[in-house]
């Protein structure tokens, strides 16, 4: 077991040392998935990096945090899935802020979501669709998560979950093509949105 496992045990276990004494092995990867999770996001984003790690890893060992982690691999997709909703709450914060929560969604062109820049409205509707994906097949939501949020290959999204990686591969691909179809019939109802000009 690494220090990095131990750790974790020591946490979940109740140890008020071992969060202190964790941050500092995990912080790099930490740093390095919100980079790579605002990379994606619209510019004029107000939060940085560093407060991004800060607010997802106190949600993780903080004092409210439930603390339960198989391994180290589980810890990060955690990681990632605490800074998608931090991401997710400030889109709402913002368009309910701005707009009065009356925007529409953009429907998505391509149907691989790992690689699009998401907007406020589109980082909405791929929750939103995550969210009803994971209510029918939550093995392949975890999935989606760990490639989309973590930024997981295929081989390491499949150690995490314990399945082969031509299992993870048949589940990616039947998971981008579900949440494309749901994304895009939840903006057809909407209707299209009107393109913002750019300063």
């Not at 991004?52 to 603390?67: F, Q, S």
């Not at 998401?118 to 994906?133: H, P, R, S, V």
């Not at 039947?174 to 057809?188: F, T």
Request: charged content about 30%; glycine content about 6%; some cysteine.
């Amino acid at each position: 077991m690494n220090d990095v496992s131990q750790l974790l045990s020591a946490i979940e276990q109740g140890d008020p040392h071992a969060a202190g004494q964790l941050l500092p092995l995990v912080y790099d990867e930490l740093r390095r998935l919100a980079a790579q999770k605002l990379a994606h996001e619209s510019p004029g984003l107000t939060l940085q990096p560093t407060e991004l790690v800060h607010e997802a890893y106190l949600r993780l060992v903080g004092p409210d945090a439930a603390r339960r982690w198989d391994d180290r691999g589980h810890f990060f997709a955690a990681a990632a899935e605490a800074m998608q909703r931090i991401l997710v709450e400030n889109a709402r914060r913002k368009r309910s802020r701005k707009r009065g929560g009356g925007r529409q969604r953009q429907p998505l062109k391509d149907v691989d979501l790992a690689a699009t820049e998401t907007d406020d409205d589109n980082l909405l509707a791929i929750d939103e669709a995550l969210t009803k994906f994971a209510a029918k097949d939550r093995a392949k939501a975890e999935l989606v998560k760990l490639r989309f949020f973590a930024g997981c290959t295929i081989d390491q999204a499949a150690r995490t979950l314990g399945i082969s990686a031509a299992t993870a591969d048949r589940w990616w691909t039947y998971a981008r093509a579900w949440l494309h179809q749901e994304i895009n019939r939840d903006a057809a109802v909407s209707g299209p949105r009107r393109k913002k000009k750019r300063k």
